[in-house]
């Protein structure tokens, strides 16, 4: 069956980096973008940016561009965001989803179940 | 960048009655407006692609629709389950973006 399985929790300092990992299982994971979205805490989603598994192009957020990177190894079917600089305002539940949409056919939304990053001194 | 507006950003409904959630895009999108679902302490879940086709096993109460460049979705008949935040979702220019959220609470 299809899952979708990011790493867990993570709490780190102010100015830190971190990376959270996404694995996709049960379909061909370079079949879709996977997109990552992420939400603080009572807040709305908000999307970050998206990586084609097969090409390993991204296209980014502006807001994110200098210091979010997306990549991917497709030998183990797993995506990565890392972000550095990391400052409270950072602190979110990070989503990675693998999605196609399609405006004839089937369309696929798969998501990981989140990582909760927490940036605190 | 393209930025939505969703109205309201919350509502309280009595269960069977009707609610309907507006999205606005600040430019012509076409179709290219999704629909998720968010339950507490959930993953979003697709709901309605490209303003008005409903993904697979969707309960049928859910149903979009799109004037220019305001889109719209409704639940007939709300259920208890239906209690959720709803976004919609621009994929029509990158970045991609996401409203703001519309909260709907069941009494």
């Known amino acids: 069956q299809v899952q979708v399985v990011q790493s867990g929790a993570e709490v780190k300092k102010p100015g830190a980096s971190v990376r959270v990992s996404c694995k996709a299982s049960?379909?061909?994971?370079?079949?879709?973008?996977v997109h990552w979205v992420r939400q603080a805490p009572g807040q709305g989603l908000e999307w970050m940016g998206r990586i084609n598994p097969d090409s390993g192009n991204t296209n980014y957020a502006h807001k994110f561009q200098e210091r979010f990177t997306m990549t991917r190894d497709t030998s183990i079917s797993t995506a990565y965001m890392e972000l550095s600089g990391l400052t409270p305002d950072d602190t979110a539940v990070y989503f990675c989803?693998?999605?196609?949409?399609?405006?004839?056919?089937?369309?696929?939304?798969?998501w990981g179940q989140g990582t909760l990053v927490t940036v605190s001194s | 960048e393209v930025v939505l507006t969703q109205s309201p950003e919350f509502q309280s409904v009595t269960p069977k009655e009707k609610v309907t959630i507006s999205c606005r895009a600040s430019?012509?999108?076409?179709?290219?407006l999704h629909w998720f679902q968010q339950k507490p302490d959930q993953s979003p879940k697709l709901l309605i692609k490209y303003a008005s086709q409903s993904m697979p096993g969707v309960p049928s109460r859910f149903s979009g629709s799109e004037s220019g460049t305001d889109f719209t979705l409704t639940i007939n008949s709300l259920e208890a389950e239906d209690a959720a935040t709803y976004y919609c979702h621009q994929t029509h220019s990158l970045p991609f973006t996401f409203g703001p959220g519309t909260k709907v609470d069941v009494k």
């Open positions: 430019q012509n999108i076409g179709s290219s």
């Open positions: 049960g379909y061909t994971f370079t079949d879709y973008y």
């Open positions: 989803a693998s999605m196609a949409l399609w405006l004839d056919g089937e369309s696929v939304d798969y």
